[in-house]
């Protein structure tokens, strides 16, 4: 045997390496995920050589063997793949950054692209495993060649390479996993359940089985308590992803279990999109729509994201930039081949391949919505339930910028359909002479239904959007118009109902009440902008609205909110309904009795704080007025 002396690092590659173990990756687990990703290009490597050479080897005859011996303290990766004779150890495993995988890639550009699709690219991976070992072995014969090689290192002292035996071609790389320390355990790398996990969690779609020797224990026969183990090679990987198989070839079923297994949801989700995209953005995707939304959702605790894969390696958990924030309820996953990793491949550099597969997939969840609204109402209904406030929210957020991409997936209930509609589907049965969109603010539909307000809007056909969500007026007003037709609210005090002749009539009265409308004013000083003669009630005495852009809703809305010290007022208008008894007795209050008009005005103005949902500012002189008129 030949025995080569021990040669030193590059000064820079020392301190390169030095570097690797102790910066590039913030997860000391992905060792393995490098070391089966070389495994699985190996592999490739050689499978490729077959087809070009006719060698007769299948992809069937490859697979990846892990051992774990955990009195040695070792991780073995074997693989069958082309082996590495000394010049490729070398040169890959002794030049840092050097990737004989990349050059493989380059060297075959003009083959078809599934052939040579390696992972491998950096060169940097698998002295990843220094982070776990204080020794690595590779043991290696490269296919076709009688000799092996046993290249060896304890990091950045340097390493070794002596001549050596093997059977069969392929590599087995052997890392002596290092003792725990008080801060820091490598013990669980030891642990058969460990290492199935992270075959699951980084490389469950490599496309080789990754196999290891795993133990069951069972009962013993004919005992109640004796446990007997045994040993059988399981094959750990799914290796073909579903996101990979034909949308034909897959059942509702098998998708539902995907999800429910992936993101860990009991329910199944709503709905599922398969995508495979090519051009400007080549991605496959596979998206699902939770059928709940998790009890995080509306919570800060709630990470948005979708998983994010290169080739079927896993690269990212979670990664957020791929979803927009108005559809964060989206659970899924991206594979692209396309995508400029960074060296750690843990995260993206800022990349514009991203950004693209972000924006197609936007447009993908909204068409998909946009289907589901128009095709399968009633579960579209279910999934605005669910997360139509975070819709809402992503328009205002948005400045408005959103909104020709969301204002069509809007609903709100409407006074005449009694259900939840579209805006779109609201302007085709718009009355003739109708030009804007009428809505009301409450806190629920019974209660706006029953706002004094909506009576006479209601008797003379109007539909009205009913808007239960404190988001909802907000939104609306970041939406200017719908289709060139405004927003208006039938509690703001401009919103005009009245037919011409009305309008005369109305004037007419109020001329002739001006002094006792401003003697009011003047007893609500403080309280309210103005006291005016109603257009919009029919069998109610008063009500409350609001001049300006600022509506009562949002008063209380923007006043709930914590640490809000501004706590911005509507201009509150109380309107009197001059066609109610109750106008004539304070005409003839105005004229006989002004301590009681003042008692009545106030009463009048509370009860329409009450109708609108806010407070009486103090119920104890309230109720003492009321009971004083009751004696
Ligand atoms: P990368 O995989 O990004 O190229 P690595 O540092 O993980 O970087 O590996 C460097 C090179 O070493 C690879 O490109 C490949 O040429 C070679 N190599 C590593 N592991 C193996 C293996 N199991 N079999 C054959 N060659 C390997």
């Given at each position: 045997m030949l025995f080569m002396a021990k040669k030193q690092f590059k000064a820079e590659s020392k301190r390169l390496l030095e570097m690797m173990i102790n910066?590039?990756?913030?997860?000391?687990?992905i060792f393995l995920r490098e070391l089966i990703s070389n495994a699985s290009d190996a592999m490739d490597k050689l499978y490729f050589k077959s087809m070009q050479e006719n060698l007769g080897i299948t992809r069937e005859d490859l697979s990846i063997m892990l051992d774990v011996n955990k009195e040695n303290r070792t991780i073995t990766i074997k693989d069958c793949g082309i082996g590495m004779d000394k010049d490729d150890l070398e040169n890959n495993l002794g030049v840092i950054a050097q990737s004989g995988s990349f050059k493989f890639k380059q060297e075959n550009a003009d083959t078809d692209k599934e052939e040579v699709d390696?992972?491998?690219?950096?060169?940097?991976?698998?002295?990843?495993a220094f982070m776990v070992a204080e020794k690595v072995t590779v043991l290696t014969k490269k296919y076709g060649e009688d000799t092996a090689y046993l290249w060896e290192s304890s990091g950045v002292d340097g390493y070794t390479i002596t001549e050596s035996e093997k059977e069969g071609y392929g590599s087995e790389i052997t890392l002596y996993i290092k003792e725990s320390t008080e801060d820091e355990s490598y013990d669980d790398f030891l642990a058969e359940y460990k290492i199935k996990s992270l075959v699951k969690r980084y490389s469950d779609y490599i496309r080789y089985p990754i196999k290891m020797e795993c133990t069951h224990r069972h009962l013993k026969e004919g005992t109640e308590n004796e446990y007997e183990e045994h040993k059988c090679v399981e094959t750990l990987n799914s290796m073909v992803p579903i996101w990979k198989k034909n949308k034909t070839e897959l059942t509702d079923e098998e998708y539902n279990e995907f999800y429910k297994e992936k993101f860990l949801d009991y329910s199944d989700p709503l709905t599922h999109i398969h995508s495979k995209t090519e051009g400007t953005a080549t991605y496959n995707a596979l998206l699902f729509i939770p059928g709940k939304a998790p009890f995080d959702y509306y919570s800060k605790d709630y990470e948005k994201g979708l998983q994010l894969y290169s080739s079927g390696v896993l690269i990212m958990e979670k990664c957020a930039d791929l979803l927009p924030d108005y559809f964060s309820f989206v659970k899924g996953l991206v594979d692209s081949e396309d995508l400029s990793l960074n060296i750690s491949r843990e995260m993206l550099q800022h990349d514009k391949q991203l950004k693209l597969i972000e924006r197609s997939i936007e447009r993908t969840i909204k068409n998909e919505l946009k289907k589901m609204l128009n095709n399968e109402r009633e579960k579209y209904e279910e999934f605005w339930k669910n997360f139509g406030l975070q819709i809402k929210f992503g328009l205002y957020s948005g400045y408005g910028m959103n909104k020709e991409l969301l204002k069509d997936l809007l609903m709100f209930y409407s006074s005449s359909e009694k259900k939840l509609t579209t805006i779109d589907e609201y302007i085709t049965r718009m009355k003739e002479d109708q030009k804007v969109i009428y809505f009301a603010s409450g806190e629920t539909v019974a209660k706006i239904d029953c706002l004094p307000q909506t009576e006479m809007i209601k008797e003379k056909g109007y539909e009205i959007l009913y808007l239960t969500d404190s988001i909802d007026e907000f939104t609306l007003q970041m939406l200017v118009d719908y289709d060139g037709k405004e927003f208006k609210s039938i509690q703001s005090s401009d919103t005009d109902f009245e037919t011409e002749e009305e309008k005369n009539e109305k004037k007419e009265k109020a001329e002739e009440n001006k002094d006792m409308l401003e003697e009011m004013k003047k007893l609500l000083e403080g309280k309210v902008a103005d006291v005016r003669l109603s257009s919009r009630l029919r069998s109610h005495p008063v009500c409350l609205t609001s001049d300006g852009a600022l509506s009562i809703e949002m008063e209380k809305v923007l006043g709930a909110m914590p640490d809000n010290n501004s706590k911005p007022k509507a201009d509150k208008v109380l309107e009197i309904n001059a066609n109610h008894a109750i106008f004539d007795k304070l005409r003839s209050l105005y004229e006989t009795d002004k301590e009681k008009l003042s008692a009545y005005t106030d009463i009048l103005y509370q009860q329409a704080r009450l109708i609108e949902g806010i407070d009486i500012e103090d119920p104890v002189d309230y109720c003492n007025k009321v009971c004083s008129l009751m004696l």
């Open positions: 910066s590039i990756y913030t997860h000391k687990e390696v992972i491998g690219q950096f060169g940097v991976g698998f002295y990843s």
